[in-house]
């Protein structure tokens, strides 16, 4: 009794974690605006940059390009670690649920 009672127990937390990653997820695609705001808005001072000749506007430019690629790498990199642990997660609950029909 002991032994299946702490299972059920694991399968609720897993399933806890499961949905937080999952509205976690969510939630960080759902943020995709920001990254977009930033490419536009640097775009937007890059054209600016180049219309009043600025002196530094390569320099600029090629700032807000890093930036940009920087904040691009970073956010994909976030969503594949989402994606990496959910999977983790949902592959657990297989082998759990084996375990118990197999026992």
Known sequence: ?????NNLES???EE???ELLETSLEAHR???WV???????SLLVVILCFYFHVAQAIIITVSLFC????SDILYRA???KIELRLKRIKQEKR?????????
Not at 1 to 5: E, F
Not at 35 to 41: C, D, E, M, P
Request: hydrophobic share 35%; proline share 0%; charged share 25%.
């Open 1 to 5: 009794m002991n032994l299946t009672h």
């Open 11 to 13: 399968i609720k937390r």
């Open 16 to 18: 806890g974690q499961k």
């Open 30 to 32: 759902s943020r995709r």
């Open 35 to 41: 990254i977009n705001s930033i490419y536009a808005i």
């Open 67 to 70: 930036i940009c690629t920087i």
């Open 78 to 80: 976030l969503d594949k």
């Open 95 to 103: 082998k759990s649920i084996f375990k118990v029909n197999k026992s």
